[in-house]
Structures are given as C-alpha cells and as structure tokens.
C-alpha cells in the first residue's frame, strides 16, 4: 500500500489565494510566507507538517498493522519527515533524499539556500539533524544526496563526517545520489522485514 499525502503547504494543502487585490496577493503565495505567518502565530510550519505525517502514519497504521511502515521524503520534505519519525515509534523506516544535512551548516553558510520553512526557533541548542537520526536506531534510515545549508550537495565523504554519531548501530545508509524513482523507493521498501 501506498499513500502520498499533501502536507500543509504544499499539492491541496497550499495557502488559499487571498480574496484581496491579485497583484499584492500573489506575491504572498508562497510556502515561505506562510511559514513566516506560522512563525509569527507561534507555530513553525515546520512543526504543522509534523502533525500531518504523524496523522498519516496513524491512519495507515490502522489500516496495515503488520506491515512494515516506510515515510519518504523529498527536498525540504525531509526535515518534517525526520521530526516525525523521532517522535512516532510506529515508523520503521525513513528514506530522505536531497535533504538538509545538518542545521549546523546553515549557521556556517553566508548565504543560505534552506526553506524558511523548516527553521525551528533554537532548534541547535537542544539538537541537529545528524543526532537525530542516529537516535533512530535500530529502525533503519537511508540519506541519498544530503545538501548543505548553501544547497550544495554533499559528496560521500563529506555525508560521512556529518553523520558520524557514537550512537549509530549500523542503520544508516549514506548515498551521494539523491535517487527519487520508483526503483530506489521499492527496493527501500523491499529490503525491510515484515512486522511482527
């Protein structure tokens, strides 16, 4: 089974275009401006699309109990995918491709290219994005084409350093290709065991 769900911001779930004048409207339908509304309201876009993927995990979850649950993500879909999985035990597997490495290296970048809509408040003096997924073992997690905080990609080597953590027990997998096809999402998916 498959579900591929919209989260706020983004596919069905993008900010309604205002009823007020066109030109000035338009220039305010963009993710990033409703993520800088959120922020101001006091709720991070960010933390919404959490909410999204959990209540889609739970609702596949309840469909398909035995099987094993996968949560991909693309782009700047993956730092939402990530906090999710943190926080939802019921997740068994995460594949992330083309996404953020480390918050760290947005704070080492003078000109950053990252989604506004992924900046947590003081997000750095609690954690990172590296610490996070090493913290998800034993569930197994795939990195393909990790970015930096400028938007480059990351080659293996450089990936590695990243995500060089005490606590990784062998379930993580670094790619420099960001492969996004249904060929690299079905053998993800495949290479995972039943539940229970």
Avoid at 48 to 64: F, G, P
Avoid at 71 to 84: D, K, N, Q, R, S
Avoid at 145 to 153: A, I, L, M, R
Avoid at 159 to 184: F, M, Q
């Amino acid at each position: 089974m498959v579900c591929a769900g919209d989260v706020r911001g983004i596919g069905d779930l993008a900010p309604e275009f205002s009823a007020g004048a066109p030109a000035y409207a338009r220039s305010h339908q963009s993710s990033e401006n409703y993520a800088w509304s959120s922020l101001i309201l006091g709720r991070p876009l960010a933390g919404q699309r959490v909410t999204d993927i959990l209540a889609l995990v739970h609702a596949v979850r309840q469909l398909e109990a035995r099987r094993t649950l996968v949560v991909a993500a693309l782009g700047e879909m993956t730092v939402p995918a990530l906090f999710a999985a943190a926080l939802e035990p019921a997740v068994d597997a995460l594949y992330l491709a083309g996404g953020l490495s480390c918050f760290a290296s947005i704070v080492q970048t003078e000109n950053y290219r990252h989604p506004f809509a992924n900046f947590v408040p003081g997000i750095l003096a609690h954690t990172d994005l590296p610490e996070m997924t090493a913290r998800l073992a034993p569930r197994r997690v795939t990195i393909a084409g990790p970015v930096d905080g400028g938007g480059e990609p990351l080659n293996l080597e450089a990936a590695r350093k990243v995500y060089t953590s005490p606590l990784d027990g062998g379930h993580l997998n670094i790619r420099e290709n960001p492969d996004w096809n249904v060929e690299a999402l079905a053998q993800f998916a495949a290479s995972g065991d039943q539940r229970g």
